[in-house]
């Protein structure tokens, strides 16, 4: 039998609330070879750091959660405010890249300078060195974790190996789940590429807290990620409170940051019992039989 996760006492599962606080960057990063004057979605995601945040830090405060901050550095830098705000308003910062890029584009020198400079940011702006990293796009390589291990991230938050957390090397892994990532429901930037419209927000909700209740059935981690510009629409905040809601309502529900959660896991038996290998032996001999 499959031994369980083991949680604190009185506690049976956790949720965390991540914001991924990415406006134009990633249009940045994506358009740097060839640069357009498009102004469509840029000024849906800026409206992220305009209005949508505001939202966000109002319900997270009404409910009394703290929530981890995915932040690129370019956001950071372009808007001095915003990691001093995040940081006063009780929330984790978490590194995101410089421009959101995506690790696998990138050669383990780029990416090391990245995270350094990420690092180096934060710091002059709060005070504090952060202690995770999530990927942009949730895509990670071996020698990214390699990078992350030198600089002295304790966790990443980027991959979905399992309910809850574990380790994946030096460093613990706090899984995602792509139902529970806004993007996939709500991303639509009106260019012609989109394939289909919009979901409605009373059926995402209802996904989410489907979800939400299952993940806890199993004693795993709800780790939640919403971006300013999509869920902190005015007309979308209700996807948020129905989850801080049912968070605070949950008994038994431990309500972190990842990096708590991180803490946890890296402090507790769970860390050597569930362990992962960086490159399995049959990633290199073929698929396995």
């Known amino acids: 039998m499959k031994q369980p996760y083991v949680w604190p006492e009185s506690v049976r599962a956790a ?11 990633p249009q940045l990063w994506r358009k740097r070879k060839q640069p357009s004057l498009s102004m469509n979605e840029l000024e849906q995601r800026f409206y992220g750091l305009r209005e949508g945040i505001w939202h966000l830090l109002d319900l997270l405060a009404r409910y009394e959660v703290s929530a981890t901050c995915f932040v690129p550095i370019h956001e950071a830098v372009t808007r001095p405010w915003l990691l001093e705000t995040l940081v006063e308003a009780g929330h984790e910062i978490g590194l995101h890249g410089v421009l959101h890029e995506i690790v696998s584009e990138l050669t383990r020198d780029q990416f090391a300078e990245i995270v350094e400079k990420g690092l180096e940011t934060v710091v002059r702006y709060t005070g504090k060195k952060p202690s995770g990293f999530r990927s942009p796009a949730w895509e990670m390589t071996p020698w990214a974790f390699d990078v992350l291990h030198e600089a002295g991230i304790a966790y990443d938050s980027s991959l979905s190996g399992n309910d809850h957390p574990y380790s ?28 289909w419209p919009p979901c409605s927000t009373s059926d995402a909700a209802a996904s989410w807290l489907d979800i939400c209740e299952s993940m806890e059935r199993f004693g795993g981690s709800v780790v939640t990620t919403v971006h300013p510009w999509i869920t902190g629409r005015s007309y979308r905040t209700g996807l948020a409170e129905a989850l801080l809601k049912h968070a605070r309502n949950t008994s038994g529900l431990w309500i972190c940051t990842a990096g708590e959660l991180a803490a946890y896991h890296a402090s507790s038996q769970n860390h050597e019992v569930f362990m992962e290998e960086l490159n399995p032996p049959f990633l290199s001999q073929g698929r396995p039989t």
């Open 168 to 195: 994946l090397g030096d460093t613990t892994e706090i899984p995602i789940q792509w139902p529970l990532d806004d993007a996939v429901f709500f991303r639509y930037a009106g260019t012609g590429a989109d394939r």
């Open 15 to 25: 949720f965390c609330f991540t914001i991924d606080v990415d406006a134009e960057s």
